[in-house]
């Protein structure tokens, strides 16, 4: 376990950590009241595709969580920022309630597909037209490649299949844009102007919330809520700096053992 160090920012993922689908898991209301009344800057950093962030934030309100939409970074975002560098139009696979999150933007005859979660557009036709478009040179952007994630009746099948099979179809790899991805941590950080030495991540996936945090630096606990399942720890090098039962718990050991 680290000593105590220089905290300055902790990132904190938001389903299956804070809540899943409409529930918040307990206590997790009253621990980030706690953080905040702490000299660390709180980010919220999510991989979500289900929803546009005005959706989210008034999901997260709705649960009592007092959270602001300038604090959420997301891989929506990340992938809107992208796409305009790249002046590109994209065929949108996305969830119909994620769409406000690229309004105005130029899709029509697309040049370039972007992909997240999309269970009702996962059909042959909509995945044999990114497939032609990718296998004409158009570039493949991921929103994130998570294998699964938590729904309230269990876990549930995430984009990365979805993803890795036009790669494979394609022989391309894809852009992606969320976690775990250094640069959509780094973009979180550099938000509230800190480097990864002086941030922790709190997340229940060990790969893509831990691994990719601590592969930039920072330090990362994981949370047995949402979709963590028994020995996901050993499934990343090096290890979670901590496990933690619950948000809750994760919260109590910074402000005692880190702060």
């Known amino acids: 376990m680290a000593t105590r160090r220089a905290l300055k920012a902790v990132l904190i993922d938001l389903s299956g950590t804070l809540h899943v689908e409409d529930t918040a898991v307990p206590g997790a209301q009253d621990a980030l009241h706690r953080l905040r009344q702490a000299s660390v800057a709180v980010k919220f950093v999510t991989n979500t595709t289900k929803e546009c962030k005005r959706n989210l934030v008034e999901r997260l309100h709705s649960l009592n969580f007092d959270i602001q939409e300038q604090e ?33 933007m130029e899709t029509s005859e697309p040049n370039a597909v972007v992909i997240g979660l999309a269970p009702d557009h996962f ?20 929103i994130h490649k998570a294998r699964y994630y938590k729904r309230k009746d269990g876990l549930a099948l995430g984009p990365g299949a979805f993803v890795t099979g036009l790669e494979y179809a394609t022989d ?29 991540m709190i997340g229940d ?27 996901d720890e050993g499934k990343i090098n090096p290890p979670p700096y901590l496990t933690c039962d619950s948000f809750t718990q994760a919260v109590d050991h910074i402000l005692q053992h880190i702060l």
């Open 205 to 231: 996936d060990a790969r893509d919330d831990v691994g990719g945090a601590q592969n930039i630096g920072m330090l990362g606990i994981v949370v047995r809520t949402g979709k963590y399942r028994v020995g």
């Open 123 to 142: 059909n042959y036709q909509t995945l044999n037209k990114a497939f032609r478009l990718v296998l004409d040179g158009a570039p493949l952007i991921a």
């Open 172 to 200: 391309c790899q894809a852009t992606v844009v969320g976690k775990p991805e250094g640069t959509f941590f780094l973009e979180a950080l550099r938000d509230i102007g800190c480097c990864p030495e002086e941030a922790i």
């Open 72 to 104: 959420i970074f997301t891989s929506l975002t990340a992938a809107r920022s992208l796409v305009e560098q790249r002046q590109l139009r994209p065929l949108l696979l996305v969830a119909d309630s994620a769409l406000e999150d690229f309004s105005g």
